[in-house]
RNA sequence: GAUCCCGUAGCUCAAUUGGAUAGAGCAACAGCCUUCUAAGCUGUAGGUUCCGCGUUCGAUUCGCGGCGGGAUCACCA
């Protein structure tokens, strides 16, 4: 439709002999501006030097307009020109969400370019803790939104299971393996003070008893054994929530590969780093920084940037056209380091899309909930997923803007009520499931989609509720476009909220079981659209749709 | 002090990425269940979109300057 139109007036804008320029269309807010409207006389009125809506009615004018398709082309307000669909139209394109069914909202608008998404990233040093679900479930729907869009996704987890973090781990649990064994040993200055080192060091007393009090310095046992422990428990949180990467990769590949001194040594050469104090500086200053920056300390180890940058250039190297990297805003400092240095080995970083999102603070109704890090009972996100349960916590953390700092309710998510948005969905759902299976009694079989379309009357489908329900549903690919090519996953749940909404409006209005057997097929068609976007909505967030509640 | 994010109804947040009369949910008030799930629906009330200037047909959105909140500013990741 849009591309019929835009065709059109692209043609009688030519014929008018006004300048060509980008028609767009969008959806107005309000009904009463009909379904799509043109913006093309605002933009074309000052070039052309007439008044904007002159410039309209002259459009108007030369439109062809083909009645099965448009009800109504109006111009209004300042000059912006309103299309209306007709009733047959929207019946006839919603029998398409029956036919395409489960991938109704999917498309091809990503080309099949090849996409890397990093994201969680966390290393092997202790559990995911509550604050990390953000990152979790904003990587897992972007990653879901990119396939719906037909991106050739790569859902990628980069570690680093050597340098300091990993040492201090090691010797943690080894403090408190010699703790266990009742020695009076101390836990270093920033050892890590979890409870699961102690339940890790525990379960290596009762592998291996006291045989490990001498160690070499390097603690290698326990740095293996701690780092194979928090990452399987790591993935088996990620697990509760439908999370799957498709590739570790480990850091330390990128040193025994030679890729980090390949880095340094390209960078040398193009005067972009220099020795000084015993260490190598990156000349971040000559991108705009306040200051150079170490890449690599005077221990010869090199910080994190370095490899970043070597990780940023392999991930080029591997055939990725689109690098998606999401980081929670306490790493918002290091990203145009990397980006600098990727620019400068001579990749164009328009194609790594950065997303920072802001932190989450919890609340338990009234009563803030710290969750320091210092603190040796942290929240862990296990924790409150067996708080709230699996679809609160997807739900409920993608549902604000990334930009924005998130409070989490654990009250409200753990509600069984009205008040809690994820049931209000999962309501509307279960709602038609149940619904359906009256139907099911009454001998229509909605699970026949063959038949169902072959059989059903729509021209019965005309009410006002069933006409605004289907335009909502039509709208599902364009939201899920848009949530993509954006990276905005909170705007499905704003769209699944509305779809909701608008049923139990319909719902409320027009009873669909009844005794006019043509009539309760036909809406019970409306019922099933309904349902479907739901469902595919819902797979896209990983929440779970119910039968009954 | 510098950099980035945010500032919208009493509270938590939207706003089709520059569009028309700024919208939802909670909370408040008033209604709606002998009929498909009331975990629902309808209505009322609630606003100088932090302030100021600018850009233009048009600004919550873009630019500049303030104010307020958060994050970051390591030879930690």
Not at 107 to 129: C, D, F, I, R, Y
Not at 151 to 165: I, S
Not at 317 to 324: D, K, S, T, Y
Not at 432 to 460: C, G, K, M, P, Y
């Amino acid at each position: 439709m849009k591309a019929l139109l835009q065709q059109q007036l692209n043609t009688i804008i030519a014929e008018l002999q006004y300048p060509a320029i980008d028609i767009n269309f969008d959806t107005p807010k309000m009904e009463a501006h009909g379904d799509l409207t043109s913006n093309a006389a605002l933009l074309l009125a000052k070039t052309v030097g007439k008044n904007p809506r002159q410039v309209a009615q002259s459009i108007v004018e030369r439109l062809k307009i083909d009645d099965s398709f448009l009800s109504a082309v109006e111009i209004a307000g300042p000059g912006f020109i309103n299309f209306r669909f007709s009733t047959k139209y929207v019946v006839e394109q919603a029998t398409k969400i029956l036919k395409e069914y489960h991938s109704f909202g999917k498309s091809q608008a990503g080309n099949g370019k090849k996409t890397n998404l990093e994201w969680v990233s966390a290393n092997p040093t202790g559990l995911l803790h509550a604050g990390h679900g953000r990152q979790v479930l904003i990587g897992q729907v972007i990653g879901n939104l990119l396939e719906w869009t037909g991106h050739d996704v790569t859902r990628e987890y980069y570690f680093n299971n050597a340098g300091n973090q990993m040492r201090t781990l090691a010797e943690s649990i080894y403090a408190r393996y010699r703790q266990e064994l009742g020695d009076d040993y101390p836990l270093p200055d920033e050892g890590y003070k979890g409870e699961y080192i102690t339940d890790i060091a525990k379960e290596i007393i009762a592998a291996k008893g006291d045989t490990l009090k001498q160690t070499d310095e390097e603690r290698t046992y326990f740095k293996r054994y701690g780092e194979e422990w928090c990452f399987k428990k790591i993935k088996l949180t990620l697990a509760r929530l439908n999370v799957k990467h498709d590739v570790f990769y480990n850091e330390d590949s990128l040193y025994t590969t030679g890729k980090i001194t390949e880095v340094i040594e390209e960078f040398k050469k193009k005067d972009l780093a220099y020795d000084s104090e015993g260490a190598v500086w990156f000349r971040a200053t000559k991108f705009g920084a306040d200051k150079d920056r170490v890449i690599v300390k005077s221990t010869g180890e090199p910080t994190y940037r370095l490899p970043d940058i070597a990780y940023h250039r392999e991930k080029f190297r591997r055939g990725f056209e689109l690098i998606v990297d999401i980081f929670g805003a306490d790493h918002i400092a290091t990203i145009p380091d990397v980006l600098n240095g990727v620019n400068a080995l001579g990749y164009d970083t328009k194609d790594v899309k950065v997303i920072i999102h802001q932190m989450v603070s919890f609340v338990n109704g009234d009563e803030i909930v710290k969750m320091s890090k210092r603190n040796a009972k942290t929240y862990t996100l296990d924790d409150l997923i067996d708080e709230v349960g699996v679809d609160a916590v997807a739900y409920f953390f993608v549902m604000r803007s990334v930009g924005t700092h998130l409070e989490f309710d654990i009250a409200l998510a753990k509600e069984q009520s009205d008040k809690n948005p994820v049931y209000y969905l999962q309501y509307a759902h279960a709602r038609i499931a149940s619904i359906l299976r009256h139907a099911a009694t009454a001998e229509i079989h909605v699970d026949d989609v063959a038949t169902l379309l072959a059989t059903t009357d729509f021209s019965l489908i005309k009410e006002k509720e069933e006409i605004d329900l289907l335009k909502k549903l039509l709208a599902f690919p364009e939201i899920v476009k848009s949530c993509a090519f954006s990276f905005e996953p909170h705007r499905l749940t704003t769209y699944l909220r509305e779809v909701a909404e608008t049923f139990h409006r319909f719902y409320h209005e027009h009873r669909v079981i009844n005794d006019d057997k043509q009539l309760m097929q036909a809406r019970l068609t409306v019922c099933l659209m309904t349902k479907i976007v739901i469902a595919n909505g819902c797979k896209i967030l990983s929440v779970s749709c119910p039968e009954k509640m």
